[in-house]
């Protein structure tokens, strides 16, 4: 059974920093990407940052430059480090893994950035 379990959300003031980790049981980290996405309220969920199995990455246009996502094949974790954060980066934030058609999903942690 697949599992993917985030930690490290919370509330921090803006131009702060948080850091999210993403602990993956029941798959391989050789075989899938790991994404963050992330779902404020009244929205859709959108994606955040992404990185393959080769290590090549992807952020959308509104983080890049304040965010960085990596992960710890040994460790099976993904991570991403969000700096600078500001109000609009509010969110539950959601660890995702690709695996040819099968998805899966971590429960979700919320980032409140105020002041």
């Known amino acids: 059974q697949v599992q993917l379990v985030e930690s490290g959300g919370g509330l921090v003031q803006p131009g702060g920093s948080l850091g999210l980790s993403c602990e993956a049981s029941g798959i391989s980290p050789r075989i899938y990407r790991m994404g963050w996405y992330r779902q404020a309220p009244g929205k859709q969920r959108e994606l955040v940052a992404a990185?393959?199995?080769?290590?090549?990455?992807n952020y959308a246009d509104s983080v890049k430059g304040r965010f960085t996502i990596s992960r710890d094949n040994a460790k099976n974790t993904g991570y991403l480090q969000m700096n600078s954060l500001k109000a609009e980066d509010t969110a539950v934030y959601y660890c995702?893994?690709?695996?040819?058609?099968?998805?899966?999903w971590g429960q979700g942690t919320q980032v409140t950035v105020s002041s």
């Open positions: 990185i393959t199995i080769g290590g090549r990455k």
């Open positions: 995702n893994a690709v695996f040819g058609s099968r998805e899966y």
